[in-house]
């Protein structure tokens, strides 16, 4: 009995070592220090309500920067595009669009019958990047900058899923949460690829950050028993919402981000996805130009055409000319 209380003593002792050691390993972070004066800059983000959307809508106001917080509904498209276009009917200005709302959950579907996943993670910004970077363009002196938000799996996403969003193959019981969140991440890192394209250095940058594992409120809507132990593991393990938004901030303010556009960003460090077969999948078949075709017909079945004639109709000067490439449609 004393020989296994020693075997015991030393296993919970071995495990509480490894346990601190990941824990520095995966909290280990880069802080920007360089954040300039940002009175006069308007900066919209999404999911800021709680975790890393919120701790960054502090810092940004707190150095002088109006923000706009967008909590829910990114899941109906409808309401996306009514919020956006009386955002961009509104504002003077809009100087960066931080695309941070984000869901990990079960089998569900959206309003629009989108996966939930799918709709809130991906096609909401989407939509919503679509329609405020008119305003963005046209802002004198501004960022001009969408961040989104995704995870470090993006690369082992499922290309086939961003041509299912509303999951018209998915087998019976075949519905992974992990395959579909990581999937929805790959749509944004493919629509930063194909923005990067489509617009000049001087006009727009887009670019993806992996803020690393969080400690927040995301693994909430998972069930059980996933939810209790992911929520575990991030209170003892994961970074801090302050940590998280480093790299946020490094992607928003930092210079020498503007020639950026299409990377990634982890750590204050910009990079490119080097792993071959990925690289494979998503750039020699104009993938990203193919994902973005079919988001925007999607998104044109899905919304009330007498809606959106109005909305058009409506907007000021500076929305009003959108470039044909970012009307409905492919």
Not at 19 to 34: A, C, F, K, M, S
Not at 137 to 144: D, E, I, K, S
Not at 193 to 204: D, V
């Amino acid at each position: 009995m004393k020989m296994w209380g020693y075997v015991a003593f030393f296993v919970i002792v071995a495990f509480t070592v490894l346990i601190i050691v990941i824990r520095v390993v995966i909290r280990t972070t880069v802080y920007y220090d360089h954040i300039p004066d940002l009175r006069g800059k308007t900066i919209v983000i999404t999911g800021a309500s709680s975790g890393l959307g919120l701790q960054l809508s502090e810092v940004l106001a707190k150095n002088g920067a109006r923000v706009i917080s967008i909590h829910r509904y990114l899941d109906d498209i409808n309401f996306v595009q009514q919020f956006a276009s009386e955002l961009a009917r509104t504002e003077d200005r809009i100087d960066c669009l931080v695309n941070n709302a984000g869901i990990l959950c079960g089998d569900d579907l959206s309003p629009d019958g989108l996966d939930k996943m799918m709709a809130v993670n991906y096609v909401g910004h989407f939509l919503l990047s679509k329609i405020l970077i008119p305003k963005m363009t046209a802002t004198p002196n501004g960022l001009r900058r969408i961040v989104n938000i995704t995870c470090g799996g993006f690369t082992t996403g499922n290309l086939h899923l961003l041509f299912d969003m509303q999951r018209k193959e998915l087998g019976e019981g075949s519905y992974s949460i992990r395959e579909w969140y990581r999937s929805s991440k790959l749509g944004l890192y493919l629509m930063a690829r194909e923005m990067s394209r489509r617009f000049k250095t001087n006009e727009l940058c887009c670019v993806c950050v992996d803020p690393g594992l969080l400690s927040t409120t995301f693994y909430s809507h998972l069930p059980q028993p996933q939810k209790s132990l992911l929520c575990l593991l991030a209170m003892l393990m994961f970074r801090s919402p302050e940590e998280g938004i480093q790299s946020v901030l490094f992607a928003l303010l930092d210079e020498k981000i503007r020639t950026c556009s299409g990377t990634v960003i982890k750590d204050c460090k910009v990079y490119d996805p080097q792993d071959a077969d990925f690289l494979r999948r998503t750039r020699s078949v104009n993938m990203s130009e193919r994902v973005w075709d079919v988001t925007e017909q999607l998104i044109d079945d899905k919304l009330d055409k007498g809606l959106l004639n109005g909305i058009w109709s409506g907007l000021d000067h500076a929305t009003r000319g959108v470039p044909e490439h970012l009307k409905g449609g492919s």
